[in-house]
């Protein structure tokens, strides 16, 4: 079977779209866990566009060996020279270059002639290649440019030395009748088809970035462009679990295969939202809370006499795993420490220690823990900050006839300090009681709750926003009580303000 290439860029495309930045600790995390997903390419960032993104670049290059990291460039020199820098020490490096093609880009945007961007794609492709033996060149707006003149610069691109060609759907505008059409007429009228990967970058602006992307893939592509969770500008991009498994479940369509390890994919979709802050809506095809939950009488009977009736991919598959055994308080370590296995975490010690501590801690407050509880306690632990300050004690107040009043107190360095503030509401009151505490007062910017599991006793996560000048901050906190899971969500976002 024809083997198609997965191109990540959850940590460029994806990390450019409102609401979902990651700092680089964050972004080399996710790096990681795209590793063990088996991505062929990890689009790590766009180094010229900050000293951040740089630094992002450059350590995913270093720290990440198990797949090609590319790093995006205008057709510029300098932008070629940054990205080469921050991506050199890499063994299998990609230098990515874009330019526009079409024609209301180049009159608008770009104020060049159809000759001069010729020029320039010819000279930069040359240029990184001078430097770097993989060079791929991305025709943006591929999808509304003139195709005999997208050729012309493919052929150019090819040429000075790409090879791979990029035909994006920038603006997520065709059909998958036209992209499938437009791959397959690049295809046909290239110089050299046979020596180069063609590619397809769709975005979701008519919702249709995944169908695209598969519908490139038939026209000829052998790389897809994709984000988990399919975030992006706009709309969102493809999204990468939806293309990988569509491949895989309708292998006998399709006749293609990728090398991801489906079932790391609910982990890596879980830790993106977990990192960004951004849930997962609930009917999200593949990794959303519903995509595997039958409700209706029927759907359930026929799922009882044979799962096939209703499920056309398991759960298994993408990495969910229901337990059949019930961890509570008399759960031990090893108990828990293989459950955590055989939901495919292999954390470092550090990491198990606290988790079990935690795990111990909510089992004598629910009595259940179930696998969503597992994921959220290892999930909140995954980025080792740390805790300057720290949670002691907190007593609210509120009610309809008086104020809200909370007060809180913290410890720091081992010293307690305590602070009483009034608010809005008990939430509202605890975090002016922590900003009095910890003296600086970062804006709230977003937050939000929701039940790990159904029931009573069900932990809450919650996720807040803070700013840091500029900088979107996520912290989150888990509990049986919504007020303490605020509290820690908030406090995390602190520590990581102050680090
Ligand atoms: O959407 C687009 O055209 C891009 C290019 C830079 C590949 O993201
Ligand atoms: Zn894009």
């Known amino acids: 079977?024809?083997?198609?290439?997965?191109?990540?860029?959850?940590?460029?495309?994806?990390?450019?779209?409102?609401?979902?930045?990651?700092?680089?600790?964050?972004?080399?995390?996710?790096a990681r866990q795209l590793e063990r997903l088996g991505v062929d390419v990890i689009e790590a960032g766009f180094p010229i566009a900050s000293p951040e993104d740089f630094e992002s670049v450059q350590t995913i290059a270093r720290e990440i060996t198990g797949c090609r990291v590319a790093g995006l460039c205008r057709a510029v020199k300098g932008d070629?020279?940054?990205?080469?820098?921050?991506?050199?020490?890499?063994?299998?490096?990609?230098?990515?270059?874009?330019?526009?093609?079409?024609?209301?880009?180049?009159?608008?945007?770009?104020?060049?002639?159809?000759?001069?961007?010729?020029?320039?794609?010819?000279?930069?492709?040359?240029?990184?290649?001078?430097?770097?033996?993989?060079?791929?060149?991305?025709?943006?707006?591929?999808?509304?440019?003139?195709?005999?003149?997208?050729?012309?610069?493919?052929?150019?691109?090819?040429?000075?030395?790409?090879?791979?060609?990029?035909?994006?759907d920038t603006v997520g505008y065709a059909t998958p009748g036209e992209m499938e059409e437009l791959v397959r007429y690049v295809k046909t009228h290239l110089k050299h088809p046979d020596q180069v990967i063609l590619s397809v970058h769709c975005h979701?602006?008519?919702?249709?970035?995944?169908?695209?992307?598969?519908?490139?893939?038939?026209?000829?592509?052998?790389?897809?462009?994709?984000?988990?969770?399919?975030?992006?500008?706009?709309?969102?991009?493809?999204?990468?679990?939806?293309?990988?498994?569509?491949?895989?479940?309708?292998?006998?369509?399709?006749?293609?295969?990728?090398?991801?390890?489906?079932?790391?994919?609910?982990?890596?979709?879980?830790?993106?939202?977990?990192?960004?802050?951004?849930?997962?809506?609930?009917?999200?095809?593949?990794?959303?809370?519903?995509?595997?939950?039958?409700?209706?009488?029927?759907?359930?009977?026929?799922?009882?006499?044979?799962?096939?009736?209703?499920?056309?991919?398991?759960?298994?598959?993408?990495?969910?795993?229901?337990?059949?055994?019930?961890?509570?308080k008399h759960s031990g370590r090893h108990a828990f420490e293989e459950r955590l296995e055989q939901l495919g975490y292999r954390i470092p010690d550090s990491v198990l220690e606290q988790s079990f501590e935690k795990f111990k801690v909510l089992a004598d407050h629910k009595k259940v823990v179930t696998d969503r509880d597992i994921e959220a306690l290892v999930s909140s632990n995954h980025y080792q900050i740390p805790e300057t300050y720290k949670l002691e004690s907190f007593v609210v107040n509120s009610?309809?006839?008086?104020?809200?009043?909370?007060?809180?107190?913290?410890?720091?360095?081992?010293?307690?300090?305590?602070?009483?503030?009034?608010?809005?509401?008990?939430?509202?009151?605890?975090?002016?009681?922590?900003?009095?505490i910890v003296k600086q007062n970062f804006p709230l910017k977003n937050y939000s709750i929701q039940s790990v599991t159904e029931g009573e006793d069900a932990l809450g996560e919650v996720v807040v926003k803070i700013l840091r000048e500029e900088e979107t901050i996520v912290g989150r906190g888990l509990s049986t009580d919504i007020i303490e899971a605020s509290i820690k969500a908030y406090l995390n976002a602190i520590n990581k303000a102050i680090l």
Request: glycine share 8%.
């Open 1 to 30: 079977m024809r083997r198609i290439q997965i191109f990540d860029t959850t940590l460029r495309d994806g990390e450019q779209s409102p609401g979902c930045s990651m700092n680089i600790h964050e972004k080399l995390e996710m």
């Open 80 to 168: 070629v020279d940054c990205a080469w820098q921050a991506l050199k020490d890499h063994p299998n490096p990609v230098l990515h270059i874009f330019l526009a093609t079409s024609d209301i880009h180049l009159e608008s945007k770009l104020h060049l002639t159809r000759e001069e961007a010729l020029e320039k794609v010819r000279e930069m492709v040359a240029y990184a290649k001078s430097m770097c033996a993989d060079v791929e060149f991305s025709a943006e707006d591929a999808s509304r440019s003139d195709r005999d003149y997208l050729v012309q610069v493919f052929d150019a691109a090819q040429e000075a030395g790409a090879s791979v060609l990029n035909i994006p």
């Open 204 to 328: 979701n602006d008519l919702g249709m970035g995944v169908a695209n992307s598969l519908a490139g893939m038939l026209g000829g592509a052998g790389q897809i462009e994709c984000t988990v969770n399919g975030i992006g500008e706009r709309a969102g991009n493809a999204a990468l679990e939806e293309i990988v498994m569509a491949i895989k479940t309708r292998a006998s369509a399709y006749q293609v295969q990728t090398g991801i390890d489906t079932r790391q994919i609910y982990r890596t979709s879980k830790l993106l939202s977990t990192v960004t802050g951004v849930p997962v809506p609930p009917n999200k095809a593949i990794v959303g809370a519903n995509a595997f939950a039958h409700e209706s009488g029927i759907h359930q009977h026929g799922i009882i006499n044979n799962r096939l009736t209703y499920e056309i991919m398991s759960p298994e598959s993408v990495g969910i795993y229901q337990s059949r055994i019930v961890l509570g």
């Open 399 to 436: 009610g309809t006839v008086i104020s809200a009043t909370a007060v809180v107190k913290l410890v720091k360095d081992g010293e307690s300090k305590e602070h009483v503030a009034r608010g809005e509401g008990p939430i509202d009151a605890a975090f002016k009681a922590i900003d009095r």
